[in-house]
């Protein structure tokens, strides 16, 4: 080793001189072959982005190295860079194994897990890897909640909220983390309306910090605005775009606030029915307000609530004179400048108005309307041969009491057959795991069926094969538990302790079929029992078959009881 050729390179190495520190160690590469200069040099190239090649030096020099350790560590580093993180955690687990307490292997190896974990396609690989990094004793916030994510998507909810709360210990200011954890708690066997509005009052205090309420003034009473990222296909445009048609022919001016940048296509039906369209999510609170001022917008509807996207900070500072809650959200926001929640007597009974920041403006009927889109498919005139339960509710519905209890009915129906359809179904891996959860109560994989992604139209027409729909507790339903209505198919509900955990009671209740909402596990068994005979099924489809009459699918009285109901908040 040429020891003094060594040092000075090293020394400009340290003094940030890289071009010509890596000169220096080439020279001496070159000369002598030194694995030191080697590992030096490898250094040099990744700290210059260049890891590729700081690799392909590394290897070379490894063999040769008499302490490897802080070498082979490096590498893991090296790998990571170049997302290559299977053999990054390979590569942190050979120091650890020789060494379990370096400190340079143990933290590329949580990183490397952690690359591992946001890298998978499959959801049951994401949730194990990022199980992994959490075990590994990571500490990232962000993963925590990518985790709780990942959780829920798998339909592990309970251990969602564990992560959902670690994130939330580890950044208690995080607006997001703060939105994700109160989500996540309605979840949860034991959610009541009391401790979520606990948890969203303290959540919307995260949103509002610092924030100053403005004054409005010079507003138009019929021009309703609306707010959401989700303007597109999926629940809105089911249960709040015949809504805003319903207002347009009563000479209400509409105006859409969209928080994400829709493309043409999937917004169109939103864009053509509004007087104002606005992209505003790029837009600072101040300039979103200058846009609803501009529109001169008297009535602003957040439809987002706690969910993805939502622009809470900013109405906690007054967009507009009036600010209802409704659409995609289901709890009160816990924001005291949200001024009306909308709700119905099932979803939001009297009993529990001390559980919203908001005022109750409870709706005689129904909190939601719905209606089938133009392409959908004609309900089927008989049931399906053979008995056949089905849930197309996303499988973060899917809780272990939900999956006990669909177990119970599936051992009572003999022959009977579950039909489930989410995303992710289409993955092999999660197949497997959602039938293995059926298997530990004694019902055979042969049993189920499993339908992936696929358009609504599609998911319609499934409901041909389905006999009874069973939606799911505590997180109920809500477009599925429409959908299934809507093609003829009697739905069985369990009434729960939320108002998430009433959203389908709340629809049977206003169509007259009470009688296919439970208020315990043993009468929800029983109950799907009795409909899945082939008398009673007919009966209940029977009861479904003229749409017009029932009070879900009444957009234009709908629209009526709203406006009414505006007029005296």
């Known amino acids: 080793m040429n020891a003094p050729a060594l040092g000075d390179a090293l020394a400009l190495h340290r003094a940030g001189r890289l071009s010509e520190a890596e000169a220096g160690y080439r020279a001496i590469i070159a000369a002598t072959a030194d694995a030191e200069a080697m590992q030096l040099l490898a250094s040099l190239l990744h700290q210059d982005g260049r890891s590729r090649e700081a690799l392909a030096w590394l290897d070379r020099a490894l063999p040769r190295l008499a302490r490897r350790d802080a070498a082979q560590s490096n590498r893991a580093a090296m790998l990571l860079a170049l997302e290559r993180f299977d053999e990054a955690v ?55 909640l990518e985790f709780g994510n990942a959780l829920q998507n798998i339909g592990a909810a309970e251990k969602a909220v564990a992560a959902f709360e670690r994130a939330r210990e580890l950044d208690p200011h995080s607006p997001e983390i703060a939105s994700a954890a109160l989500i996540a708690a309605h979840f949860r066997a034991d959610a009541d309306a009391a401790a979520l509005a606990r948890r969203a009052r303290a959540a919307a205090s995260v949103h509002a910090r610092g924030v100053s309420a403005r004054g409005v003034r010079g507003r138009d009473a019929d021009c309703f605005g609306f707010y959401s990222p989700r303007f597109g296909a999926g629940p809105l445009a089911s249960l709040v775009l015949p809504v805003l048609r319903a207002l347009a022919r009563r000479g209400i001016r509409i105006a859409l606030f ?29 300039r979103f307000a200058a846009c609803v001022a501009r529109e001169r917008v008297g009535v602003l509807f957040d439809l987002c609530g706690h ?88 499988l973060s519905k899917l809780g272990d009491d939900t999956v006990a209890c669909w177990a119970r009915i599936l051992a009572a129906v003999p022959r009977s057959t579950l039909l489930l359809r989410s995303d992710g179904l289409e993955q092999a891996s999660l197949r497997d795991h959602t039938a293995q959860r059926f298997a530990a109560h004694g019902i055979e994989p042969a049993r189920l069926g499993f339908d992936g992604f696929g358009s609504h139209a599609d998911t319609l027409r499934r ?61 929800y068994v029983e109950r799907a029992c009795a409909l899945a005979s082939p008398q009673a099924n007919r009966a209940a489809r029977a009861r479904l078959g003229d749409r017009g009459r029932l009070a879900i699918f009444d957009t234009d009285g709908f629209a009526d009881e709203l406006l009414a109901a505006l007029r005296r908040a």
């Not at 959801?123 to 916030?141: S, V």
């Not at 129904?366 to 053979?386: C, G, I, K, N, S």
């Open 307 to 394: 969910a993805p996207g939502n622009r809470l900070r900013a109405f906690a500072a007054r967009l507009a004179p009036l600010q209802p809650s409704w659409g995609d959200w289901f709890c009160t926001t816990g924001l005291p400048n949200m001024d009306l929640f909308i709700g119905d007597a099932v979803t939001t009974p009297a009993s529990e108005e001390h559980c919203f920041s908001e005022r109750v403006l409870r709706l005689p009927r129904t909190r939601f309307v719905y209606a089938l889109a133009q392409d959908a498919p004609v309900a089927p005139a008989e049931p399906p041969a053979a008995v056949c339960f089905g849930s197309f509710n996303r």
């Open 463 to 523: 409901y041909g094969s389905v006999s009874v729909a069973l939606d799911p507790f505590p997180f109920n339903g809500c477009v599925t538990t429409c959908d299934a209505l809507a093609m003829g198919v009697p739905v069985v509900a369990l009434h729960g302790a939320s108002l998430v955990a009433r959203q389908s009671a709340a629809l049977l209740h206003a169509i007259g079929c009470d009688d296919w909402v439970a208020t315990d596990v043993d009468g």
């Open 90 to 144: 390979a590569s942190a687990e050979q120091v650890l194994a020789r060494n379990p307490h370096h400190a340079g292997a143990t933290v590329n190896r949580r990183l490397a897990l952690l690359g591992q974990a946001r890298a998978a396609g499959e959801l049951l690989a994401k949730a194990r890897h990022y199980a992994r990094y959490t075990a590994a004793g990571g500490d990232d916030p962000l993963a925590f």
């Open 258 to 286: 969209s928080g994400h940048a829709h493309g043409e296509t999937e917004a169109s039906a939103f864009r053509a029915l509004a007087a104002a369209w606005h992209e505003v999510g790029e837009l600072d609170d101040e």
